[in-house]
Nanobody
Framework: QVQLVESGGGLVQAGGSLRLSCAAS????????MGWYRQAPGKQRELVAT???????NYYDSVKGRFTISRDNAKNTVYLQMNSLKPEDTALYYC???????????????WGQGTQVTVSS
């Protein structure tokens, strides 16, 4: 199996910063894209940012210029630096990875349990 463990969430005032981390472990042959999604109460899960193994990034419009996604391929870890946080960024943030467990496997989507980010006004 592939496990994803997030860390770094918490409570911060508007305008503050947080850095989320997500480490993938277990039986891993290869990881393609990794990313962050979020879900606020009563809303659908939405994409925040993704990054390919080659470093190509994609961001949700509302976080462009404030959030930065990065990854360490050697550590199978993805990060999300969040600056200028707003109350509307409050949500449960999930890590996602498209991974193969063996060379005979196919890429499958794996999810972490989520880490809460709360931004107070």
């Amino acid at each position: 199996q592939v496990q994803l463990v997030e860390s770094g969430g918490g409570l911060v005032q508007a305008g503050g910063s947080l850095r989320l981390s997500c480490a993938a472990s277990g039986s891993i042959f290869s990881i393609n894209a990794m990313g962050w999604y979020r879900q606020a109460p009563g809303k659908q899960r939405e994409l925040v940012a993704t990054i390919t193994s080659g470093g190509r990034t994609n961001y949700y419009d509302s976080v462009k210029g404030r959030f930065t996604i990065s990854r360490d391929n050697a550590k199978n870890t993805v990060y999300l630096q969040m600056n200028s946080l707003k109350p509307e960024d409050t949500a449960l943030y999930y890590c996602n990875a498209d991974a193969m467990r063996t060379r005979w496997d196919v890429f499958r989507a794996y999810w972490g349990q989520g880490t809460q980010v709360t931004v107070s006004s």
